[in-house]
Nanobody, 128 residues
């Protein structure tokens, strides 16, 4: 049974940083896409970042415009874990952040319905 467990959320002031972690179990995701999405109250779930295997040990990163330059997605395949380093946080980054994974290589990484598995979410709150 595949499980994704997020951690690392919390309350931070504007301009601060957080690192989210998503630990996967039940399958090895080293060759498969993993992504981060977020959902703020009253809004739809939106893409934040994703990482897909390209070739060998090379992975491609994809970012929403709102995340590019401030957030970095990375993965530690030995730990079957994907991370989201978030810097220069803004109040508009406040949301529940979800980790997602797909069990095949091919994906449109920004599309939520493409993913097969989801974590339970972790709350990120940025105070002004």
């Amino acid at each position: 049974q595949v499980q994704l467990v997020e951690s690392g959320g919390g309350l931070v002031q504007t301009g601060g940083s957080l690192r989210l972690s998503c630990a996967a179990s039940g399958r090895t995701f080293s060759r498969y896409p993993m992504g981060w999405f977020r959902q703020a109250p009253g809004k739809e779930r939106e893409f934040v970042a994703a990482t897909t295997w390209s070739r060998g040990s090379i992975y491609d990163g994809y970012y929403a415009d709102s995340a590019r330059g401030r957030f970095t997605i990375s993965r530690d395949n030995a730990k079957n874990t994907v991370y989201l380093q978030m810097n220069s946080l803004k109040p508009e980054d406040t949301a529940v952040y979800y980790c997602a994974a797909k069990m095949s290589v091919s994906i449109t990484p920004r599309v939520a319905r493409e993913y097969d598995y989801w974590g339970q979410g972790t709350q990120v709150t940025v105070s002004s």
